[in-house]
């Protein structure tokens, strides 16, 4: 299972960016997606998730601003973000729960982006 994440790039502060996840391999079931993501210098942090293909929560941080759509293809999800804020500038990383054919769930991860906002 892979997971390939696009979408990140350099944006003014009060712009948006469509960040996309697309899971492939030998999948059964996504269980969860969602994103995280790391400034320099700070911990990794859980940015939003999408649970049993419709709860959705989000970090206190970008609750109102980034949104997860209602209409991602078949494994793939997609973070909406807008009113983007210097503070927002870090990697974002794809991460997903999944069950395999032949496996146990497991978390898997991808290769961040980068997105930069400035001022």
């Known amino acids: 299972v892979q997971l390939q994440a696009s979408g990140g790039g350099l944006v003014q502060a009060g712009g948006s960016l469509r960040l996309s996840c697309t899971a492939s391999?030998?999948?059964?079931?996504?269980?969860?997606m969602g994103w995280y993501r790391q400034a320099p210098g700070k911990e990794r942090e859980l940015v939003a998730t999408?649970?049993?293909?419709?709860?959705?929560t989000y970090a206190d941080s970008v609750k109102g601003r980034f949104t997860i759509p209602g209409d991602n293809p078949k494994n793939t999800l997609y973070l909406q973000m807008n009113s983007l804020k210097p503070e927002d500038t870090a990697v974002y990383y794809c991460?997903?729960?999944?069950?395999?054919?032949?496996?146990?769930?497991?978390?898997?991860w991808g290769k961040g982006t980068q997105v930069t906002v400035s001022s």
């Open positions: 991460t997903a729960d999944i069950t395999g054919w032949a496996s146990k769930s497991k978390i898997y």
């Open positions: 999408l649970s049993g293909g419709d709860t959705m």
């Open positions: 391999g030998s999948i059964f079931t996504i269980n969860t």
